[in-house]
């Protein structure tokens, strides 16, 4: 292996000018492979491993990694927590995790399996018990988005013996997940949860969040913000649907468009009262009967005998006259309404309409159309205002013409052979060309160094003859060509200095000398 190694070394110093170039360069190469190499093991690359991380789960996730000697860094500051882990051990880092079981939630709620509360006090049971139905409703609050984790607490009075059972009061704290605020729909429907959970009113739950702020406003506060919260879904909504459509008609930011609602929130009540003339019932019923004599028919003249007969034939037939009066009071069926309206009413809209000079002549067809998208309507006072404007920040043609913007394609997913590529790549390429400038300087380092030498030194000659026969021949003859160099060194060490120094100035340098 010496002897190896010092053959290296000697082709090494008899190569020429170009070659050692490539040599050096090549061993910068090396050196610089090997710096990045270790300045990456000192700092390495990290890349992100979990997020969202509450107080006990980040404490359990580190010490799993420290466990392993996996290096990381966590996020500063209070929860929830992000963790990075050294490139290229992220799977070995899950691998840790879930044997050391960091992610596994806490055992909560109700939970039959245990047996040692049965030697508990009755108040030690009814708080065990207590507890489990708390946790099961932290799980149901959990469940929800914004929701990271939640703590509930309820206040259950004692009963008194003479007296009014006073309702409980529950108390939550959760953890919303990242910096966003829940909404007023979306902390009032958590509200319900909890007051249904513990069959409470709603005023008798707090729930506030973990810097302290209360999520369950009062009525007031609560129909405010779910006015104000109304009205801006409302707008946003009919403006981001125009919008959409004149972005599809004549590109984006060539055409604005804003819509605005205005609502009222009274309370309004009132009365109707309908009769039904098919339904009636008769109320009293009164009959008048009544008898009236006939009068006597006139007769004759007095005292003929025809006439006093024939009256009186007459009044012997006359009968009595009868008369009867019916009256009839009817009530007719009514139904009564009572409305009662508290839903908000649009009173009217406000629509504002921009679009690019470039389009004026078609500003009146998209006003048409902004308006039946918004249900515009003239008789509830609604206002329409139209204008065109140059449009900045439009890129253009020649004649002035909004310039649709290229299409974006879609990233594609990085692959996992050129990654791999790009970070062995030139280990590799340095590694190969070390390898072929060593192989190809031993190949010919030893052919110049015989041309080389000068006729008239018959001991260098015969050595250096002698020594590559040995390269190809026997031990012996290797032996003997290495005793000749050390005799010629022995006896004149100068000139064999002299000699190596033309050898490594080449043929070419002495024939040129000679010429001139």
Request: contains cysteine; hydrophobic residues 40%.
């Amino acid at each position: 292996m010496k002897t190896s190694l010092q053959n290296v070394l000697n082709s090494l110093r008899e190569a020429n000018g170009p070659t050692r170039f490539v040599l050096g360069l090549a061993m910068l190469m090396i050196l610089g492979v090997a710096g990045v190499s270790w300045y990456r093991s000192a700092n390495p690359q990290m890349e992100f491993f979990r997020g969202d991380l509450e107080s006990a789960e980040f404490s359990r996730v580190t010490s799993a990694l420290g466990a392993k000697g996996i290096r990381f860094e966590t996020s500063s500051g209070r929860a929830p927590y992000t963790v990075w882990v050294e490139s290229g051990r992220r799977h070995e880092a899950w691998n840790a995790v879930a044997i050391e079981g960091a992610l596994t939630p806490d055992a909560r709620g109700i939970d039959t399996a245990g047996g040692a509360s049965a030697f508990d006090a009755a108040v030690e049971r009814n708080q065990r018990a207590d507890a489990r139905h708390w946790q099961e409703v932290e799980k149901q609050l959990e469940v929800l988005s914004w929701v990271a984790r939640a703590s509930v607490k309820a206040s259950i009075p004692r009963t008194p013996v003479l007296g009014r059972t006073q309702l409980p009061t529950v108390s939550v704290v959760v953890a919303t997940r990242g910096l966003s605020r829940p909404s007023i729909t979306q902390a009032r429907a958590a509200t319900r949860i909890v007051a249904n959970a513990f069959c409470v009113p709603d005023d008798r739950v707090l729930i506030t969040d973990q810097e302290g702020t209360p999520l369950t406003p009062s009525e007031d506060e609560h129909g405010l913000a779910g006015i104000l919260e109304f009205q801006a879904s409302y707008d946003d909504r009919e403006t981001q649907r125009a919008q959409d459509w004149l972005d599809r008609t004549y590109g984006p930011g060539v055409a604005v468009v804003s819509v605005k609602g205005e609502w009222t929130y009274e309370r309004i009540e009132s009365v109707d009262e309908t009769l039904d003339p098919k339904s009636k019932a008769v109320m009293s019923d009164r009959l008048d009967e009544s008898t009236d004599p006939m009068p006597l028919p006139v007769g004759g003249p007095a005292g003929v005998q025809a006439n006093v007969t024939a009256a009186k034939a007459q009044v012997a037939d006359a009968r009595e006259a009868t008369r009867s009066d019916s009256e009839k009071t009817y009530a007719y069926g009514s139904k009564t309404t009572h409305r009662v309206m508290s839903e908000p009413r649009l009173e009217r809209i406000s629509v504002s309409l921009l679009l690019d000079e470039s389009h004026q002549d078609e500003l009146a067809a998209a006003e048409a159309t902004v308006k039946g998208l918004v249900g515009f309507d003239a008789t509830r006072n609604d206002s329409f205002s139209a204008a065109v404007r140059p449009m900045f920040g439009l890129e253009r043609d020649e004649a002035g013409m909004p310039v649709a913007p290229a299409a974006v394609p879609m990233p594609e997913a990085p692959s996992a052979t050129t990654g791999m590529l790009v970070e062995w790549g030139l280990e590799l390429l340095a590694g190969a060309a070390f390898v072929f400038v060593l192989l190809r300087s031993l190949k010919k380092g030893a052919t110049p160094a015989a041309a080389a030498q000068p006729a008239g030194d018959p001991q260098l000659t015969e050595a250096i003859l002698a020594l590559q026969n040995a390269t190809e021949g026997d031990s012996s003859a290797e032996e003997l060509a290495r005793r000749h160099v050390e005799e010629l060194l022995e006896a004149d060490p100068d000139r064999v200095g002299a000699l190596l120094s033309r050898w490594a100035l080449g043929e070419d340098y002495y024939q040129q000398k000679v010429k001139a």
